[in-house]
């Protein structure tokens, strides 16, 4: 998740900046966009998971 923030945010950085050359700019920019996206899709997915509960047959029994 932070994986794909971090290089989503770097690649719109180095597309809009004039490092890039005028032909990739806007395919970097452009996969940035998308890094962005796929990061806010898992950051999703994973707040939003059911928490299981824990199984009732491996706790052990007092005696």
């Known amino acids: 998740m932070i994986m794909f923030f971090a290089t989503?945010?770097?690649?719109?950085?180095?597309g809009l900046s004039p490092?890039?050359?005028p032909q990739?700019?806007?395919m970097i920019?452009?996969?940035?966009?998308?890094?962005?996206?796929?990061?806010a899709f898992f950051a999703f997915?994973?707040?939003t998971q059911v928490k299981k509960d824990p199984d009732k047959r491996k706790k052990k029994r007092k005696n």
Do not use: D, K, P
């Open 8 to 14: 989503g945010s770097l690649g719109i950085i180095i």
């Open 19 to 21: 490092v890039a050359g």
């Open 24 to 26: 990739q700019t806007l």
């Open 29 to 39: 920019t452009f996969m940035g966009v998308i890094n962005i996206g796929l990061g």
């Open 45 to 47: 997915i994973y707040l």
